[in-house]
Each structure stands twice: as C-alpha cells, then as structure tokens.
C-alpha cells in the first residue's frame, strides 16, 4: 500500500504538534518531520496543509525577518489548534488500537 | 560599520549558489508567469528565497525541500500566497486608479474653462472624448492576456527558458503595447464620445470603489496581523549608499569632536549630536518648505497676470511637477537620514570608528 495517502490523513495532526511546541517556521517544521521519519514530506506538500490551518484559525501567522534577511513567516497554534490538537490525539489513539486489534486478531488467525 | 538594512528578495537571492540559485531562477520563471500580481509574486517569491537560503545554510538536498516536481511546489506556494478578493480587487483598480485621477483633472479644467468663457452650450452635457484611454487599453489588456499565455504554454513545452530572455520579451511586448496604441489611433480613427457628465460620474464612482476596496483590504490586512503598506512604509535605501551616508556623518561627527576640542567646549555624545544633526535637519527642511512655496506661488501669480487662465494652469500644473518632484526626493533623502541617525542613536549600527572612540574616551577621562 502507498504509505504516502496514509500520511495526507495524519499530517494536518503531526504539523499541529510540531507547531503546538512553539513557535516555528515552514523549514523547521519540514526538518523536525524529517527527523521523527516523516522523510516524503516536502515543502510543496506542507505549504497546501499550513494555508488550510491557518484559514482554518487552528494556526496563527506572524511575519519577521529571519537571521538569514528574508521575511519569513513563524506560525504558532491558536486555543483553537489547541483543541483540533487534542481531538486529533485522541481520535487517532482510538484508531491505532482499532487497527491494532485487527491486525493482531487477523495474525492469531 | 555593520548596516540592518531592509532589503527586497533579490538582493537576498544573490547568497544563493549553485543548486540553490538555479532553483531560484526557475521558480523565479514559473511565479513570475503565474502570479498576475506583484504583490503576490513577491510574497510568493520571499518565501521560495527564505526556504532555500535555510536549505542552503544546512546544506539540505534541494529534492528534500522541493521534491521531484518543481512545477507542483511552485503551485502550492503560490497558492499559499493567494490574496483575498477585498486585496486583489484594490490592486486591480489601483493600476487604473493614476489614469483615472489624470482624466478626472482634465474634465474638471475643461468644465472651469466652460464657465469661465461660457459659449452658450450646457459643460455637463457636452460630448467628451475617450478614444486616447480605449486605444491604450484595448492593446495593453489584450496583450498582456496574450504574453501570459504564451509564457505559460513555453514553460510548459520547453520547460523552463532564462530569466534573460523572459525579461527580454516583456521588454518587446511593451514596445509592441505602445506601436499597437499609436497605430490604432491613427489607422482606425476611433472616436467614442460620452457626455461630459457620464465620463465625470464614472471616474467619481471609481475612485469611490477604490476606497471602499481599500478599506476591506485593509481589514484583512489587520486580520492577518500586518499593518497596510502605507502604515508599515519604510523607505528602501541601498546599503552601498547607506553605508556611505554613514561614513559621512563618520567623518562629520569626528570633524565636529576635533572642533569643539580646540574650541575647549565639551564633545558631544553620538546620541547627543545625532539629536542635533536631526534639529538641523528639520530647520533645514522647514526653510526649503517656505522658499519652495513662496517661488511657487510667485512665478504662477505672475504669469496669471496677462495670460490667458489655461496657459496659467498649464503653467502651474508644471510647476507644481517641478516642485514635487524635488521636494519628493527632498522627503526621501530626509526620511532615510533620520532613520540612519535613529539607528544609530538606538546602536544598531555600529557608528565610531576607533579613533574617534579614543577622543570621545580621552574626553570621558579627563572630565
């Protein structure tokens, strides 16, 4: 199976706790997923999930320059996100032992 | 001397090396042809530079930031970067919005020339012309539509071509913009006439829509934390041409310690002549105000006597170009100083030079 749909689903969830442990920026969030194994995310594919945060008012956008000169964008999460957050957490826990006892009860078998 | 300066994207995308520049140019390419907005293009444009400035910092593989295609990324960036309605209808109607204002001006002369010397006609019913606006437009319009396009259908074809040969384009197509204007004028002997007071309605209900434009722009502005471009102006300044200011007032403020040094009068702190320099600034300015207005108002008084009233407008219509191009530059050049003295004041350029922070601690030792 294509891991890459399964990722689209959790990804808006991952980006929200990335952002939930401070404030951050689109490169930054791209290299902490790359490093927790996330390594099929780019930063074309991140872009789409931050615009829909942050229209959504999960996520907040503040413009600064960057030590390297550029504007660069730093999102931090709204009480909103926070909530999406949460409601994320314990819905895909739910899910993983839904799956979980699937597979384990299918492996018995 | 270490300047802070506010710098646009392209100065930023000139640390971009190998890879990571080549990236740039055909990113720059694909927004250029995909964003019709400037503003929009630079948003989008900025975060393409912050994003590979970052990567190129870390030594990232550009594919882990950009992926395998780099047609997608440049769309989901620039889709990222979309302005709202209220801010694209404003930007729309402001392109206009100069042209509009110059027509507005010439009706109004023209319905002051109407009841100064009245020739028995109704001014406001009168037939005005717009076929100079309509020749313009229709070439430009249709054009540009045309250039997008074809743009977009060779980057597609051919992949990407060299930001040279785009800018060379863009050059011809304006050349192209302005033969088709003139020769439409004069082979098609367009002639569309409106009553004067439609042409003044439809220009007054433009710059009406413009403000109510503005001020729903203005809103999503705040909605999204920034201020308006008017509000958050700062006013660009080279930083070669910075820097140089800075030496300037280096040298000057060395010159004014050793001065005042012979002279047995204490020696100014930076802070302290930084304020001075900015008080002569503004006596400076406000005298220039004076003479500017006075010579103004002069030369247009004299030729009102004994010229005929649209001579005179004329006149102080080029007058008042003159004195507003000069007191424009007058406005900039004082604006960027007094930013470069507050910086200094507040130490975020680093303003002494040892030499004269020896005179300034040999003064500190013998108080």
Do not use: H
């Given at each position: 199976m294509d891991s890459s749909q399964l990722l689209k689903g959790i990804l808006e969830g991952c980006v929200l706790?990335?952002?939930?442990?401070?404030?951050?920026?689109?490169?930054?969030?791209?290299?902490?997923?790359?490093?927790y194994g996330m390594e099929d995310i780019q930063q074309g594919s991140l872009y789409p999930v931050l615009t829909r945060l942050e229209k959504k008012g999960s996520i907040k956008c503040r413009k600064a320059p960057?030590?390297?000169?550029?504007?660069?964008?730093?999102?931090?999460?709204?009480?909103?996100?926070?909530?999406?957050?949460?409601?994320?957490?314990?819905?895909?826990?739910?899910?993983?032992?839904?799956?979980?006892?699937?597979?384990?009860?299918?492996?018995?078998? | 001397m270490s300047i802070n300066s506010e710098q646009k994207f392209e100065e930023y995308a000139k640390q971009l090396t190998n890879v990571y520049r080549e990236t740039y140019d055909k990113c720059y390419i694909y927004v250029a042809s995909h964003c019709n907005l400037?503003?929009?293009?630079?948003?989008?444009?900025?975060?393409?530079?912050?994003?590979?400035?970052?990567?190129?910092?870390?030594?990232?593989?550009?594919?882990?930031?950009?992926?395998?295609?780099?047609?997608?990324?440049?769309?989901?960036?620039?889709k990222g970067n979309r302005l709202s309605f209220a801010r694209r209808s404003k930007i729309f109607i402001r392109g206009f919005l100069s042209v509009v204002i110059v027509c507005l001006i010439f009706e109004i002369v023209d319905l002051v020339m109407f009841y100064i010397e009245p020739t028995g006609a109704n001014p406001w019913t009168q037939s005005t012309s717009i076929s100079g606006v309509i020749c313009g437009l229709i070439p430009c319009l249709l054009l540009t539509t045309v250039y997008d396009f074809v743009v977009r259908i060779l980057i597609k074809k051919t992949?990407?071509?060299?930001?040279?040969?785009?800018?060379?384009?863009?050059l011809i197509l304006i050349g192209i913009c302005l033969v088709s204007a003139i020769l439409i004028a004069i082979y098609f002997d367009i002639n569309i006439v409106i009553p004067r007071f439609v042409a003044i309605s439809i220009e007054v209900l433009y710059i009406i829509v413009y403000f109510i434009m503005k001020k729903f722009s203005d809103k999503d502005l705040q909605k999204q934390g920034e201020t308006s471009k008017r509000k958050s102006r700062k006013i660009y300044c080279d930083p070669k041409v910075k820097n140089e200011i800075i030496d300037v007032y280096c040298k000057n403020y060395e010159k004014d310690c050793k001065k005042r040094e012979k002279k047995g009068q204490p020696i100014l702190s930076v802070n302290e002549w930084c304020r001075e320099y900015i008080r002569r600034e503004k006596k400076g300015f406000v005298i220039y105000s004076i003479v500017a207005i006075c010579i103004s108002v002069a030369s247009i008084t004299y030729t009102a006597i004994g010229n005929a009233f649209l001579d005179t407008i004329i006149f102080g219509l080029v007058i008042l170009a003159l004195v507003g191009g000069i007191s424009a530059f007058v406005i900039r050049s004082d604006f960027i100083s007094k930013n470069i003295l507050t910086e200094i004041m507040e130490g975020k350029i680093d303003f002494l030079d040892d030499e004269v922070d020896s005179l300034n601690n040999n003064d500190e030792e013998v108080e």
């Open positions: 706790s990335v952002i939930s442990r401070g404030e951050t920026y689109g490169y930054e969030i791209i290299t902490k997923l790359d490093e960057s030590p390297l000169g550029p504007i660069r964008k730093y999102y931090s999460l709204t009480q909103k996100g926070f909530e999406e957050l949460q409601s994320f957490i314990q819905s895909y826990k739910k899910m993983t032992d839904i799956v979980d006892n699937i597979l384990e009860s299918e492996d018995k078998k | 400037r503003e929009e293009f630079e948003l989008t444009m900025n975060d393409v530079v912050d994003l590979l400035l970052s990567a190129q910092e870390n030594s990232s593989p550009i594919e882990k930031i950009i992926g395998d295609d780099i047609e997608e990324f440049c769309k989901n960036i620039i992949k990407w071509f060299r930001r040279k040969q785009y800018i060379a384009c863009g």
